[in-house]
């Protein structure tokens, strides 16, 4: 599981990366026989219902930069590749994030739209009833504006405790991705999933090195 978060200019943020940095990895992986997987597809070869590819990877863009739509949205349909966007409903009408209509065109166009929070807290610093608004009001608004089933958490900041955890459990989530580094594996608890973050002052290379190590 690649992690990205936004893609445009900003030198000195290392979770921002250029379009040019991106386009050059996406071929990368494009040019090398990886395969990009849907929540459906990933969720099978967890089951045991579809054969792993030989290079899977999943992209996952956190908060809804509007620049997704820019930059991800056209390179990724030209490469028939597929992605999961991780949003915060309450963020739509600012500008600098996706708006629904944006994000109603990336899931027409082949990606898995899931929640990320209403408002991208700490829900670590909430109680349990304001994780759960949090959590399931984003879940609802992403389910009523899309017509999908919007079951699979990424945790803001990566952060999560049991109270997190139960809300998870009790209202049906299937996965849970964190920042916690390394490469997703079937051994691991399905609401405390590891991805590989990438940093985008980093070169390819350094990426690629990621992609091959097992960690
Ligand atoms: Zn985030």
């Known amino acids: 599981m690649l992690n990205y978060h936004s893609i445009t200019y900003d030198p000195g943020n290392k979770a921002v990366i250029t379009p040019e940095l991106f386009t050059e990895q996406m071929n990368y992986l494009a040019e ?8 459906k597809h990933f969720s099978d070869i967890w089951l045991g219902e579809a054969e792993m590819p030989k290079k899977p990877v999943l992209l ?20 028939g ?16 994030f996706l708006s629904w209509e944006q994000v109603k065109e990336m899931h027409e166009a082949g990606w898995d739209i899931q929640p990320h929070g209403m408002t991208h807290p700490y829900l670590t610093s909430l109680s349990k009833s304001d994780q759960a608004y949090e ?28 109270k997190t955890l139960a809300i998870l459990k009790e209202n049906g989530f299937r ?32 990426l690629i090195k990621n992609l091959e190590k097992n960690y």
């Open 135 to 162: 959590i399931l009001e984003a879940k609802k608004q992403i389910e009523d504006q899309l017509g999908t089933t919007a079951d699979i958490f990424c945790y803001p900041y990566g952060a999560y405790n049991a």
């Open 60 to 79: 996952t863009f956190d908060d809804g930069y509007a620049d997704n739509h820019e930059y991800a949205m056209p390179l990724l349909k030209k490469l």
């Open 175 to 206: 996965f849970a991705f964190t920042i916690e580094q390394g490469k997703t594996k079937t051994n691991q608890d399905p609401l405390k999933l590891k991805r590989i973050f990438v940093n985008g002052e980093e070169p390819t290379k350094t």
């Open 32 to 39: 090398n026989g990886y395969t990009t997987l849907t929540l």
């Open 81 to 96: 590749f597929h992605a999961t966007l991780f949003m915060s409903p309450g963020t739509t009408d600012d500008g600098y």
